[in-house]
């Protein structure tokens, strides 16, 4: 009896499990071209487009960093080594999508309409950071990890049943997302109303200090979305192109109508997880980094189109400078904005005002007014 | 007019609310063919459609995401938790996301969405179904927690709480949802928020009590006249922010008060009332505030319910002492 096959070979089933998952790539690390039927749908001028994207967002990393520094900025998450992924999927996004961000998706928000002195107060914890005006689709920066996801799904039941079309919601979440029973029960939703939503994970490799080894045993975690019954991909985070393709085609699908799509982007946060006292040499080592500072999702772009002839130091610098001077200007705006009043705040818990409002309204009045 | 029970009243209201406003939208758990397990929304999916009124996969978490979403996208979201012990599932949803987003945003967005659950003691369910969690949700900026005490109430509560442009959170009690009857309104009729109710006025004390507790209240009062005692009941009706004007009129003019609830004594309304008398009403008072309560345990197994629940005779007993002092 002891040699009889057991009616199920688990250990087969489990080392099966998620490998249909290949990332898609299309300019390689060493800034060879994977997929040239995809690069040469662009001119070079959308191409250098797409790396001035990228350009722009670790130069406002840069700025951000350190104005936090110089305490001129309060929460800031880094965004160093996420550019090809967060610019490459909001580029494929267009305005009237809804975009639900989390704390690092500053960058997209920034491109998705919201002014950067907004961005900035936010940062402050400045409730005019977070006063959106009505054309803006997007809510502010999610804090709760994977919140942001099941409200997606209901922004995109939403355009769903105003019959909106050519519309979608999109979300972002980390590798430590993953593991939040929201980010599941926002594609079991999305999924259950074939809704249009697209789901999108930033894998940066880190929950804070976590691996994302000790998220979870599954090999991808693409494969999360097939217990939704949703369609998803692995891409190479540090390759524009692909994130930007897979991203365009993924917003296509939801859009005509065949519900949501999952993507997982394959990326690195070369940085620390806030500028509140992270050091990531606590939890990870120099070797581990150096490959991935290596992949830098700007290195293969700029030395693709340096190989075209179409992009330089010089030019790069130009634009450096360019960025900077709105990124100083965008500090200025931020500054002058007024101080925050109670009363202010108490005016915007309710829209009609129960007596406790009211009530410390006047109080809060007599104390403003002195 | 129409002799309508509790749970009849609020199907009215939400039937109304349908028909008057094509954004609003009712789904939960078995909201829809089914029409809830208490029937609150009978025939609503056959009426309005299932684009309307809807059933959701089963995570409560998701019901109150979901909500959030369809109110961004100019919905006004009528979820229901199918039992208030549920609600640990969604509390995110609720404290962490709805009920802050007009601050959140300084105004810019809102969120008409009212959250339905029943909830309270007596009908021996299984455990985390009746629990009175009114109190968690009381501590929450931004909510409103309302909650009727009768027929009419329940349809004019819910009808202004769906009206509203902020989240309310509508407690329905399970108790009472077929064992009241009352002869209401057919068309539509709003009763405020932020307001309660002298549901019997009186001048020797106030007896302050919600939801069931109410009617037990008005029970002992009818009881006490026969002595010759006047006892004022005060419904709360919205539990969060509390009317304080209506609180301590009534006090001032008893000069006693004993706040009721079915919650255990660390958990709640009661002492948002008291507390209130205490800071505001002190010196009306011919004596401390009472308190009823139920005992500081974890709500009891199902055939201990009916010891653990404050009853009428508590409420009498207590209303006494308070008189005496």
């Given at each position: 009896m002891d040699n009889e096959q057991p009616i199920v070979d688990f250990s087969a089933i489990?080392?099966?499990?998620?490998?249909?998952?290949?990332?898609?790539?299309?300019?390689?690390?060493?800034?060879?071209?994977?997929?040239?039927?995809?690069?040469?749908?662009?001119?070079?001028?959308?191409?250098?487009?797409?790396?001035?994207?990228?350009?722009?967002?670790?130069?406002?990393?840069?700025?951000?960093?350190?104005?936090?520094?110089?305490?001129?900025?309060?929460?800031?998450?880094?965004?160093?080594?996420?550019?090809?992924?967060?610019?490459?999927?909001?580029?494929?996004?267009?305005?009237?999508?809804?975009?639900?961000?989390?704390?690092?998706?500053?960058?997209?928000?920034?491109?998705?309409?919201?002014?950067?002195?907004?961005?900035?107060?936010?940062?402050?914890?400045?409730?005019?950071?977070?006063?959106?005006?009505?054309?803006?689709?997007?809510?502010?920066?999610?804090?709760?990890?994977?919140?942001?996801?099941?409200?997606?799904?209901?922004?995109?039941?939403?355009?769903?049943?105003?019959?909106?079309?050519?519309?979608?919601?999109?979300?972002?979440?980390?590798?430590?997302?993953?593991?939040?029973?929201?980010?599941?029960?926002?594609?079991?939703?999305?999924?259950?109303?074939?809704?249009?939503?697209?789901?999108?994970?930033?894998?940066?490799?880190?929950?804070?200090?976590?691996?994302?080894?000790?998220?979870?045993?599954?090999?991808?975690?693409?494969?999360?979305?097939?217990?939704?019954?949703?369609?998803?991909?692995?891409?190479?985070?540090?390759?524009?192109?692909?994130?930007?393709?897979?991203?365009?085609?993924?917003?296509?699908?939801?859009?005509?109508?065949?519900?949501?799509?999952?993507?997982?982007?394959?990326?690195?946060?070369?940085?620390?997880?806030?500028?509140?006292?992270?050091?990531?040499?606590?939890?990870?080592?120099?070797?581990?980094?150096?490959?991935?500072?290596?992949?830098?999702?700007?290195?293969?772009?700029?030395?693709?189109?340096?190989?075209?002839?179409?992009?330089?130091?010089?030019?790069?610098?130009?634009?450096?400078?360019?960025?900077?001077?709105?990124?100083?200007?965008?500090?200025?705006?931020?500054?002058?904005?007024?101080?925050?009043?109670?009363?202010?705040?108490?005016?915007?818990?309710?829209?009609?005002?129960?007596?406790?409002?009211?009530?410390?309204?006047?109080?809060?009045?007599?104390?403003?007014?002195? | 007019m129409s002799k309508k029970t509790y749970i009849q009243a609020i199907t009215d209201a939400l039937r109304l609310e349908l028909g008057s406003d094509e954004k609003t939208l009712v789904f939960g758990e078995d909201v829809g063919k089914n029409g809830g397990v208490f029937r609150a929304t009978d025939g609503l999916q056959a009426e309005f459609g299932e684009d309307r009124v809807f059933d959701t996969p089963l995570a409560e978490s998701g019901i109150g995401g979901l909500s959030i979403g369809l109110a961004l996208e100019g919905f006004r979201p009528v979820p229901e938790i199918q039992f208030l012990g549920f609600i640990f599932e969604t509390l995110d949803s609720i404290a962490g996301q709805m009920s802050r987003e007009r601050f959140r945003t300084g105004g810019t967005r809102h969120m008409p969405i009212t959250i339905r659950s029943p909830y309270g003691g007596g009908t021996h369910t299984p455990e985390m179904h009746a629990d009175s969690l009114e109190g968690y949700l009381a501590q929450i900026p931004g909510l409103r927690v309302v909650t009727p005490s009768n027929p009419y109430d329940a349809k004019g509560l819910l009808i202004s709480s769906i009206r509203n442009n902020d989240p309310v959170f509508f407690l329905e009690n399970l108790k009472l949802y077929r064992s009241m009857k009352a002869d209401i309104p057919d068309e539509a009729y709003t009763v405020p928020l932020d307001k309660a109710a002298i549901v019997r006025e009186g001048t020797d004390i106030s007896l302050i009590a919600y939801s069931a507790q109410v009617n037990q209240s008005l029970k002992v009062a009818e009881k006490l006249e026969k002595e010759g005692i006047s006892v004022e009941v005060v419904d709360l009706r919205t539990l969060s922010p509390l009317d304080e004007t209506t609180i301590l009129n009534s006090v001032k003019k008893t000069g006693r008060a004993v706040a009721i609830q079915e919650a255990q004594r660390q958990a709640g309304i009661a002492a948002n009332v008291a507390s209130l008398i205490a800071e505001k009403g002190a010196l009306y008072l011919s004596a401390p505030v009472g308190r009823v309560y139920a005992p500081d345990t974890v709500y009891p197994f199902g055939l201990a319910e009916d010891d653990w629940l404050p009853a009428e005779d508590e409420i009498e007993a207590k209303t006494r002492e308070i008189l005496n002092y």
């Open positions: 489990r080392d099966a499990l998620g490998n249909d998952f290949k990332p898609v790539q299309v300019i390689d690390g060493q800034a060879k071209v994977v997929k040239p039927e995809i690069v040469s749908k662009y001119s070079n001028d959308q191409l250098v487009d797409f790396l001035k994207l990228m350009i722009w967002e670790r130069t406002l990393h840069q700025r951000s960093n350190a104005l936090t520094r110089q305490g001129r900025l309060g929460f800031y998450a880094p965004t160093e080594g996420q550019e090809a992924s967060e610019m490459g999927s909001n580029a494929a996004m267009k305005d009237t999508d809804v975009l639900m961000p989390a704390y690092r998706d500053i960058p997209q928000l920034i491109q998705h309409g919201l002014p950067v002195y907004k961005a900035f107060l936010w940062s402050r914890g400045h409730v005019l950071g977070n006063e959106y005006p009505e054309s803006l689709n997007a809510m502010p920066p999610q804090i709760i990890i994977g919140a942001q996801y099941i409200q997606a799904a209901g922004v995109a039941l939403g355009i769903k049943k105003n019959g909106t079309e050519d519309k979608v919601a999109y979300t972002y979440t980390g590798d430590g997302g993953t593991s939040q029973g929201d980010f599941y029960e926002g594609m079991n939703f999305a999924g259950a109303f074939q809704a249009p939503a697209v789901f999108i994970v930033q894998n940066n490799g880190y929950a804070i200090s976590v691996p994302r080894r000790k998220q979870t045993a599954a090999k991808t975690l693409a494969q999360k979305a097939v217990a939704a019954g949703i369609p998803s991909i692995q891409v190479d985070g540090m390759d524009f192109l692909a994130v930007y393709e897979v991203t365009k085609a993924a917003r296509e699908y939801a859009a005509a109508g065949n519900g949501p799509v999952m993507i997982e982007t394959l990326t690195y946060r070369f940085g620390p997880h806030t500028n509140a006292g992270d050091d990531p040499k606590r939890y990870r080592t120099k070797d581990e980094e150096q490959p991935w500072f290596d992949n830098d999702p700007l290195i293969r772009y700029r030395k693709y189109l340096t190989d075209q002839g179409v992009w330089s130091e010089d030019l790069e610098n130009e634009y450096v400078e360019q960025v900077k001077a709105d990124i100083k200007a965008a500090v200025k705006q931020a500054d002058d904005a007024p101080k925050q009043k109670m009363t202010e705040f108490l005016k915007n818990v309710f829209e009609e005002q129960p007596q406790n409002i009211q009530q410390q309204i006047t109080e809060y009045q007599a104390k403003e007014s002195k | -």
